[in-house]
């Protein structure tokens, strides 16, 4: 299982910070990832690590966003910050078992948690 914490209600500007962490037995994770999916739009890929360090985040969230793996194994955070209204969305904790490079943008994961929703307010 995937799951995910830290999702929570900020004003525009504000920051926050999800935490994922993968349970169960040694799953041959390469690489984890966020995912975002915002109300009537399809979800989208927020940034992803891959166990080797490469990173890839989508554009919108360039230089606002950080991702970033945590010292106990298969646990990744992501460090949002100038949050904006756009950015409210249900965010889902990913997890690969092949990815080693820098991924499309269109990637999809082999697992994904249930989520935890952010909502930024103008």
């Known amino acids: 299982d995937l799951v995910e914490s830290g999702g929570g209600w900020v004003q525009t500007g504000g920051s926050l910070r999800l935490s994922c962490t993968a349970f169960?037995?040694?799953?041959?994770?390469?690489?984890m990832g966020w995912y975002r999916q915002a109300p009537g739009k399809q979800r989208e890929m927020v940034a992803t690590?891959?166990?080797?360090?490469?990173?890839k985040y989508r554009d919108s969230v360039k230089g606002r966003f950080t991702i970033s793996r945590g010292g106990a194994k298969n646990t990744v955070y992501l460090q949002m910050s100038s949050l904006k209204p756009d950015d409210t969305a249900v965010y889902y904790c990913a997890a690969d078992l092949t990815l080693s490079t820098s991924p499309p943008l269109n990637y999809g994961m082999d697992y994904y948690g249930r989520g935890t929703l952010v909502t930024v307010s103008s």
């Open positions: 690590i891959t166990y080797g360090g490469i990173i």
């Open positions: 169960g037995d040694d799953f041959g994770i390469t690489a």
